[in-house]
């Protein structure tokens, strides 16, 4: 965690918030964009020189974790609730007071696998985070052990979801959590981890949110 | 499956993929950047101008899976593999004579969950795909039943990574698959898969290659 790398939270939000945004709304276009080989060209060379001018300056390797002037631990870099990363859908996590977390999203043509479908391995990717996300306590975290996907449907793209959560039962260092996918039909993924809390930190084996 | 939106796939690779690969530099570089508050916002504004170019004309919903003239089928809107999906490292699954296949690959600042290190989640998705591809035979796909994800420790962003994946056994619809991910060092994650072959095809089922 860069400690030393403290920041304004608030400011950083309102800048680097709007350019994932409107990367991740590129990204949507790209894929179902069927204007001509002229403008598909010229948006090309024009994107290269933006990350020209996004690489005047760059952190080097990848963003990690970082610690705000008011204490609160940041991951806007994560591949699933990260503020900067257009990668992320970007997963809003809530918790609840019983231990229980959810969040609810809206998959588009990024996450697809099956045709008009969200990937399995995306609905693996998310289940992983939300059900790790249980089992992490302030200043504990807990890494991934096992993780047991079960599809009972097809999950569809451009359709409101629901992902929930909560901790089954605690043995020793282990936390054994479950959770599902759900739509307005019910559910489509539901999932079994198996998470560890270390005696020792290990950061290179925490998963999920700080 | 659009079979009457045949496409010219060489022409339209050409064309799309270095626009989701100037994407990709993109969507790193937003992660990575420190430049001025200035520089940012003006980024974000460029990168809506080409969004709206490219979509003066848009697919509606998603990409989903098309034909080629010369009978080729191919997913570029996949998440794992698309060619044209800026989310999609991509991949490149080989597929050997013995029913194996790998693909090796790096994952950069996007795909990170711990700190310097892989999502575990991003695993999972990556290994729902590899173990899917060996289970698809032509005309025949097969659709995620289970997947089990054991985490032994931490998989690197920025290192040279591999996946592969092979057949078990086979039990009547039932096809048992197993699959790592490893880096120099060993494995990292490894995996089990069981999928099924469903008597008639459904599209909203189908995981990984196509």
């Given amino acids: 965690m860069h400690n030393s790398n403290s ?8 800048l680097y918030g709007p350019l994932a945004e409107s990367i991740r709304r590129l990204i949507d276009v790209s894929i179902r964009t069927e204007v001509g080989a002229d403008v598909v060209a010229a948006a090309t060379a024009r994107i290269e020189t933006v990350a020209d001018d996004l690489s005047a300056s760059l952190t080097p390797g990848s963003l990690g974790i970082r610690q705000a002037t008011d204490g609160r631990v940041v991951a806007w870099g994560n591949a699933v609730i990260g503020l900067r990363n ?10 609840e007071t019983d231990g229980s977390v959810w969040a609810e999203f809206t998959l588009g043509a990024a996450y697809e696998g099956p045709e008009n479908h969200v ?3 995306v609905c693996a990717l998310i289940l992983d985070h939300v059900l790790g996300a249980t089992a992490h306590l302030p200043g504990r975290p807990a890494v991934t052990g ?8 097809g999950t569809g ?3 409101p979801l629901r992902a929930r959560a909560h901790v089954e039962r605690v043995e020793g260092v282990k936390t054994f959590a479950e959770g599902w996918i759900e739509d307005d039909d019910g559910v489509t993924v539901e999932a079994n981890g198996i998470f560890i ?12 949110e700080i």
């Fill in 157 to 159: 793209l451009g359709r």
């Fill in 7 to 14: 920041v304004d939270l608030e400011g950083l939000e309102a």
């Fill in 86 to 95: 257009p990668v992320a859908p970007p997963l809003s996590v809530h918790h």
């Fill in 146 to 153: 096992t993780l047991t996907i079960r599809y009972r449907r």
């Fill in 197 to 208: 809390h270390p005696r020792r930190a290990d950061p290179g084996r925490i998963d999920g």
């Fill in 119 to 121: 990937h399995g391995g």
